[in-house]
């Protein structure tokens, strides 16, 4: 065997060993784990995992930490690539450290009921699912980078406002039931799905910066968003009140000018 096979061999017997639950609270760090990646549903289900400290995982192959119940903190400052549902389930997971990740894979913190805060400053993709029913999900948050929201992405999350100034597609549900949100400010979207908004209740203003009326699948992604708003550049607004499936709202377009902050 090499001497990187034998390490991951190494790896493999320890995730091994934690499948048969010995009773310990697990902390990893970066002596225990091969500088490559986690082999697929590693810690699967195991419930006596609670944190997970990892400096030099580069990436973590699917379902890695599914369903472990007591996972509370991950530290994975190298991880460069993430796959499909690696903390979906992680219903204690508060505190989450990712640096490097561009892209949120699908299922990825699904049902993560306990996390209440992200860094999404450096993410460009989040795709479908990926925070779905992270129902203490909060904050003001501002993206940049971020050109993608998959469909039911954010769904029945606790998010108060969501600023993107390169939001190119928002899929169908990424916003819906989040009933806390307040605002929500875009600019470059260019395709906006079916429901993307449904459900916000709360929502005093939706405001779209761009001149073009982005393609609107249905005028059905603003049913249940307390009848808020629609602010768009003054120029545009009969532009919008005309556009395909944006007629369905004409009465709630408005001129940007008349936004109050």
Known sequence: LTAIALRNHFFNQCC???SEETGIN??????????FGVCKSAFTHVTKITSFIAPLIASLDSSV???CPELRKVELTGLEQMSNSNFDGCTSLTEVLIPKIKIITEYAFRGCTSLTSFVFSAIETINNYAFDGCSRLTGDIVVSKLTKLGNYSLRGCAITSF???NLD???TYAFGGNKNMLVIDLTNVT?????AFNGCTSLEAVIIRD???PTLANSNAFTITNDCPIYVPDESVETYKSASNWSGRAGRIKSLSEYEE
């Not at 697990?26 to 500088?35: G, K, L, S, T």
């Not at 395709?191 to 429901?195: D, E, T």
Request: charged share 15%; glycine share 4%.
């Open 211 to 213: 001149a073009t009326p």
């Open 169 to 171: 597609t928002i899929g």
């Open 65 to 67: 930490f599914r369903e």
């Open 16 to 18: 091994l060993a934690c």
């Open 163 to 165: 600023t993107a100034d």
């Open 191 to 195: 395709s906006i799905a079916a429901n």
């Open 26 to 35: 697990v902390n990893f760090c970066h002596r225990m784990i091969a500088p």
